[in-house]
Antibody
Framework: QVQLQESGPGLVKPSETLSLTCGVS?????????WGWIRQPPGKGLEWIGSIYYGGRSYYNPSLKSRVTISVETSKNQLSLELSSVTAADTAVYYC???????????????WGQGTMVSVSA | QSVLTQPPSVSATPGQKLTISCSGS????????VSWFQQLPGTAPKLLIYDNNKRPPGIPDRFSGSKSGTSATLVITGLQTGDEADYYCGAWDSSLTAVLFGGGTKLTVL
């Protein structure tokens, strides 16, 4: 059974860098899927942050691109998210997710982590 | 404001059929696949429909999807109280090279 688990600090100070990891169990991260990060501010809708293929090809939300880095560590079977220069607007539940497969749409996230709440506050 | 437009809310009674629309443009829905997600309160989104009209294993056939031009539709038949949730459409945008989500539709089963 494929499972994703986000982890990282629940509180980040303004202007600092938010760092999260997503541990993947039950499935090799290098097996031909895109892996992504999606966030959801309290009471609001879903916002895609970016997606990465294990080989390194990545795509980012144009509105966040200058502040985001997504990487894959195949040895640890995990993916990571770094979001720099955070503000209160970055307060959200952050999800990692897997896409169905290389032939499916990039938006077809079929397996999701439970999400982790990150607040940005001094 | 989302590039993919959904009605903010819809409501219906148990047993009814319901449709949720998702409107986009040629750079996203018009030339790419559409997915639909269900988000129950306090939980992560769940993939209901992918590739416009395909269901992942375990998704009941009460849920179906279609696409015409630059719009997509999610249809739910035999509504149940357990279907109360937020529903999101999603699509790749070839111009932005980005995944887009609709703003979400809150379904209330009266």
């Amino acid at each position: 059974q494929v499972q994703l688990q986000e982890s990282g600090p629940g509180l980040v100070k303004p202007s600092e860098t938010l760092s999260l990891t997503c541990g993947v169990s039950g499935y090799p991260i290098s097996l031909g899927h895109y892996w992504g990060w999606i966030r959801q501010p309290p009471g609001k809708g879903l916002e895609w942050i970016g997606s990465i293929y294990y080989g390194g090809r990545s795509y980012y939300n144009p509105s966040l691109k200058s502040r985001v880095t997504i990487s894959v560590e195949t040895s640890k079977n995990q993916l990571s998210l770094e979001l720099s220069s955070v503000t209160a607007a970055d307060t959200a539940v952050y999800y990692c997710a897997r896409t169905l497969g290389i032939a499916a749409g990039m938006e077809a996230f079929d397996i999701w982590g439970q999400g982790t709440m990150v607040s940005v506050s001094a | 404001q989302s590039v993919l437009t959904q009605p903010p809310s819809v409501s219906a009674t148990p047993g009814q059929k319901l449709t949720i629309s998702c409107s986009g443009s040629s750079s996203n829905i018009g030339n790419n696949f559409v997915s639909w997600f269900q988000q129950l309160p306090g939980t992560a989104p769940k993939l209901l429909i992918y590739d416009n009209n395909k269901r992942p294993p375990g998704i009941p056939d009460r849920f179906s999807g279609s696409k015409s031009g630059t719009s997509a539709t999610l249809v739910i038949t035999g509504l149940q109280t357990g279907d109360e949730a937020d529903y999101y459409c999603g699509a790749w945008d070839s111009s932005l090279t980005a995944v887009l989500f609709g703003g979400g539709t809150k379904l209330t089963v009266l």
